[in-house]
Nanobody, 123 residues
């Protein structure tokens, strides 16, 4: 059974940092792109960042470029999202996701979702 487990969310002041983790279990995801999405109250879920396992290429939403960094740890089957200079607008439930193609993943074509971890940024 495939399981994605996020952790690392919390409450932080504006300008602060958090690092989210997503541990995948149930099968190996080498070769599959993984990424992060978020959903704020009253808004649709949106793409945040994605990473290819094979080449390590990364992709970001314009709203987080320069502030967020996605990375991976192959042996641990885990990806991370380092979030710096957080803003109140970053407040959302953050979801880990696995897809089959990085472009499709960024457009919301997801094979597996995690349960989400809450990030709250106070002003």
């Amino acid at each position: 059974q495939v399981q994605l487990t996020e952790s690392g969310g919390g409450l932080v002041e504006s300008g602060g940092s958090l690092r989210l983790s997503c541990a995948a279990s149930g099968r190996t995801f080498r070769g599959s792109p993984m990424g992060w999405f978020r959903q704020a109250p009253g808004k649709e879920r949106e793409f945040v960042a994605a990473i290819r396992w094979s080449a390590g290429s990364t992709y970001y939403a314009d709203s987080v470029k320069g502030r967020f960094t996605i990375s991976r740890d192959d042996p641990k089957n885990t990806i991370y999202l380092q979030m710096n200079n957080l803003e109140p607008e970053d407040t959302a439930l953050y979801y880990c996701a696995v897809g089959s193609d990085v472009g499709a993943l960024a457009r919301g074509s997801v094979d597996y979702w995690g349960q989400g971890t809450q990030v709250t940024v106070s002003s």
